[in-house]
Every structure is written in structure tokens, then in C-alpha cells.
């Protein structure tokens, strides 16, 4: 049986095209609370969130992380340095960084679960969402100390998410078929 929250689920998709219009300050608020809401190792709550929308910082780390895939040793990473115009946010007109207290338990997977909430919150509100695994090589490069200052990461904390918000340009029509094969029962 099908509820809301698990029609969002089902139809969350990763989008990367953006109107450039930007999501209202209720809009990123919504997003925000069901971040601050997510579950965490006991319960530190070890997230913290930068929100960017100066499309200036934007580009410029988009442009470092072409040179940090371009200096990779990993051919799938340095791929993305051939791609022509290619602008790791997808030009959204927000992005949301996560970082993790280093003090924490697991604040990986705490800024996971905090990154899950704000997709699945943004698709309930009809904003489109993509997550940005590429800019935790970015944001933990040789310019991790410049980008921490510069967005305001407290200290301690490391940078490990990040995600496009905006306008769908486009729905996403197709839902992929799930690998069924993943579960495993023992009863």
C-alpha cells in the first residue's frame, strides 16, 4: 500500500537540468528541516549544512573540479574533464554542501541520511534534486582549506555531500526496474 512519502520514494529521480529561477526561502526551508530531521548515530546530529547560491562560488568550484579530474589517477574521474561545457552542479541555482563532525561516531552516514531527507523533501515539493558525489573530490582537494574557509565549514567538520536544487526543467518519466535480487530473507 502506497502512502505520500513512499510515492516520493518511488518517484524521486536525479535531475540535471535547472530553470535558473531560484527555489523560494520557504522551499529551501522545507528542504533544510528535513535534513535537520534525519536519524544519526546517538542522535549527535553531526551534519552541517552550507547553503550556496552565488552562482560566482558555484562556477569556480565546478572549474577546480575540472582540474582535480584532469590530475586524477582514475580514468572515470578524469572522463569528466573531456566533457565540453560540462558544470558539475548541472547549473542548479542551489547547492547544499554536507559536512560531517569528525568527532562524531559515523558522520558519513549521518550526513547520508540527512542528504536522503532533503531529496526526498525537495520531490514532495516538486523541486528537482541531484546528488553530487564529484564534489567531495572538489571539496576534499589540495584547496579543501580555501573552500572550508570560504564556505563557512566549522572547523573539524569535513566536507562530504553535496546537492543540486531548482526547477525541473524536465519530469522523469521512466522508473528504472529495481534488482529484485537484492533481498535476502531469513525467517
Not at 502512502?3 to 522545507?30: C, D, G, V
Not at 560566482?56 to 565540453?84: C, G, H, P
Not at 526526498?120 to 582537494?141: D, K, P
Amino acid at each position: 500500500m502506497l502512502n505520500e512519502t513512499l510515492r516520493n520514494i518511488q518517484k524521486r529521480r536525479s535531475h540535471r537540468a535547472f530553470s535558473p529561477k531560484q527555489i523560494t526561502e520557504e522551499e529551501l526551508k522545507t528542504i533544510l528541516q528535513a535534513g535537520l530531521y534525519a536519524p544519526s548515530a546517538h542522535n549527535e546530529q553531526s551534519w552541517h549544512f552550507t547553503v550556496v547560491q552565488r552562482q560566482d562560488i558555484l562556477n569556480r568550484l565546478s572549474d577546480d573540479f575540472i582540474e582535480v579530474a584532469k590530475n586524477s589517477d582514475d580514468e572515470s574521474l578524469k572522463q569528466f574533464a573531456t566533457y565540453e561545457n560540462f558544470q558539475i552542479f548541472y547549473n542548479a541555482p542551489t547547492v547544499i554542501v554536507v559536512s560531517g563532525d569528525q568527532k562524531a561516531i559515523i558522520p558519513q552516514v549521518d550526513c547520508a541520511a540527512a542528504t536522503e531527507n532533503m531529496l526526498i523533501a525537495a520531490e514532495s515539493i516538486g523541486i528537482g534534486s541531484c546528488w553530487i558525489g564529484l564534489a567531495y573530490w572538489v571539496l576534499n582537494s589540495d584547496k579543501e582549506d580555501y573552500y572550508k574557509k570560504e564556505l563557512g565549514i566549522p572547523e573539524g567538520f569535513k566536507c562530504y555531500h553535496a546537492v543540486s536544487f531548482g526547477y525541473k526543467m524536465t519530469e522523469t518519466a521512466n522508473i528504472p526496474e529495481r534488482k529484485l535480487d537484492k533481498v535476502n530473507y531469513i525467517k
